[in-house]
């Protein structure tokens, strides 16, 4: 999707391994997240970024740390891949915190652990 | 659970009718959003609604929201065979963390 990448779109990793994915943005906006999206479950929040070096936890955040050091990126960290983390990784963005004009997404990261 | 559901689950249709589904949730909201997402591919945002407004158009798409039924109905007219994909509502709650809340969604299968 227009500004905004997610890398890499498809891992396999092994269980027990770090996991970093990343996701780039060009339209320079302040809000940044993560989501799993699994079945029957639909999104989840993992992490979010307000700000530079601002973060803070969402609903499944067990497992899982993320960094943002620049405006433009922000990276969701699996600090030890387990299976039950094997999902569908989403980025969003949004401009400001009123969300006037909803969420941007990537196009997603297809994470499988095995 | 404090997602929003939204019903059917899943819907067929032929091109050229009009496909609805709705959203339900369970607390006071500041807004809801509805957005598609094709298969394999990220979500797209579609329109989002007020907790103050009622009804919002954007080109082939209406939503209505009723505040007082905790529900909101997005209705695509003329359906093409590029609209099948899966829409999903997601509210935004009120509250101090104004958490987004999303739906399991409603799989939409437009038949040519």
């Known amino acids: 999707d227009a500004g905004i990448t997610q890398s890499p779109r498809h891992k396999v990793t092994e269980t027990g391994t770090p996991v970093t994915l990343r996701c780039h943005q060009t339209?320079?906006?302040?809000?940044m997240y993560w989501y799993r999206q699994d079945p029957g479950h639909g999104l989840r929040l993992i992490h979010y970024?307000?700000?530079?070096?601002?973060?803070d936890k969402g609903e499944v955040s067990d497992g899982y740390s993320v960094s943002r050091s620049k405006t433009e990126d922000f990276l969701l960290t699996l600090e030890s891949a387990t299976s039950s983390q094997t999902s569908v990784y989403f980025c969003?963005?949004?401009?400001?915190?009123?969300?006037?004009?909803?969420?941007?997404f990537g196009s997603g990261t297809r994470l499988t652990v095995v | 659970s404090q997602q929003g559901e939204e019903d059917p689950q899943a819907l067929s249709i032929q091109e050229g009718e009009n496909a609805t589904m709705n959203c339900s949730y369970k607390?006071?909201?500041?807004?809801l959003q509805w957005y598609r997402q094709n298969s394999g591919r990220g979500l797209v945002h579609l329109i989002l609604?007020?907790?103050n407004e009622r009804e919002k158009h954007s080109g082939r798409l209406r939503v209505t929201l009723d505040t007082s039924k905790k529900s909101s109905s997005l209705l695509i007219t003329a359906s093409r065979a590029a609209d099948t994909a899966s829409y999903f509502c997601?509210?935004?709650?009120?509250?101090?963390?104004?958490?987004?809340?999303w739906g399991l969604g409603t799989s939409l299968a437009v038949n040519p």
């Open positions: 609604i007020r907790s």
């Open positions: 970024s307000y700000g530079v070096k601002d973060t």
């Open positions: 997601a509210t935004e709650y009120a509250g101090n963390n104004r958490k987004l809340i």
């Open positions: 339209e320079n906006h302040r809000y």
């Open positions: 969003a963005i949004s401009e400001n915190r009123d969300r006037a004009y909803g969420y941007t």
């Open positions: 607390t006071s909201i500041n807004n």
